[in-house]
């Protein structure tokens, strides 16, 4: 049974930081491109960042420089360091994984909320 489970979302300042994790059961996790998405109410789901199962990252421009994603490949286990946290971060953030020979996202985790308010 595949699950990726979300974690450490919560209640923050403008200016705070937060790191989320993302753990895998049921597939060959390091076989698998993972992704952090986010979803603003109101809004549509964007991409966050990616890391490649070799290890390469990406980042959407609103995100680079604060934002970090990381993998540990022992623990199945993704990582988003946010820093700088704005209140326009405020979302659900959604964990994806996708196969390395796949176009299409192939799981996603049930998300986390994330608040930045004062």
């Known amino acids: 049974q595949v699950q990726l489970v979300e974690s450490g979302g919560g209640l923050v300042q403008p200016g705070g930081s937060l790191r989320l994790s993302c753990t895998a059961s049921g597939f060959t996790f390091s076989m698998f491109h993972m992704s952090w998405y986010r979803q603003a109410p109101g809004k549509e789901r964007e991409l966050v960042a990616q890391i490649t199962f070799g290890g390469s990252t990406t980042y959407a421009d609103s995100m680079k420089g604060r934002f970090t994603i990381s993998r540990d490949n022992s623990k199945n286990t993704v990582y988003l360091q946010m820093n700088s946290l704005k209140p326009e971060d405020t979302a659900v953030y959604y964990c994806?994984?996708?196969?390395?020979?796949?176009?299409?996202?192939?799981?996603w985790g049930k998300g986390t909320l994330v608040t930045v308010s004062s």
């Open positions: 994806a994984a996708r196969a390395y020979n796949s176009a299409t996202i192939d799981y």
